[in-house]
């Protein structure tokens, strides 16, 4: 029977087991993804150190009464530098009209104040109680891991024969698993890629690269935002 190398590319990642609130987006792809609460910072800010509470609170006031006195809440996601300047807001979820939603964005951006400095960007959730005194809470961020666009990819796929020789070597490659760790752009694009543990070298190791280099990522996000990042894939060699 002749050798040939197959990359069975192993992508049963662990489902998120968190169980998305009512009217919270859920990502597509959502359902292949590691989530978790961002970790850092280790203590939350209080929401007066995010914006002027108290300026921001009787605006929202103003905005909730002439918007008819919506019933609901809205949640933001917001972006830091290490120096403490917010670089990025969005909604996230929202029970009270998209544009009450969009409305009380542009109170958050015009109230907002420079955060403590950090040794690392960081970002939180901001939610606001719409009402006649709105209430404001911080929580933390989910993280969701970047995985495999389609858990199918390379589940069959045949690479050039393997057992080539090199100086004169036969068999370089012990069959098993091969672990690449793969740097992502935000769009889910593959910028880097290097093997992490696995016996591979020579020509077979480029062409494992080559390959793994080839497929599509669902990008990592941060509050549905996608990001850059990177993941780990294990490929099991055999023949």
Known sequence: MRNHAYALVLLALAACSATPRAGTPVPAGRDARACRAERFPAELPAAGELVDADAFRADAARLWRTAGSPVGHVVFTLQYEPDGVNVRRAVIEHTVPATVADSLQKLVFAHR??????????????????GAEPSLAVARRELCTAVPAD????LASILPDVRD??????????????????????RGLVTDARVERGVTRGAWQGRLLSYVRTLAFLPALEDGV??????????????
């Not at 104040?113 to 719409?130: F, H, K, N, S, T």
């Not at 858990?151 to 390379?154: D, E, F, H, I, T």
């Not at 100086?167 to 992502?184: E, F, H, K, N, S």
């Not at 996608?226 to 023949?239: K, Q, Y």
């Open 226 to 239: 996608p990001v850059a990042g990177e993941a780990t894939i294990p490929v099991r060699l055999g023949g």
């Open 165 to 186: 020789t090199e100086a004169g070597v036969p068999g370089l490659i012990t069959p098993g698993l091969v672990w690449v760790r793969v740097q992502l752009d935000e």
């Open 151 to 154: 858990r199918r990819a390379g």
């Open 113 to 130: 104040l420079q955060a403590a400095g950090a040794r690392d960007g960081w970002g939180v959730r901001l939610r606001v109680e719409m």
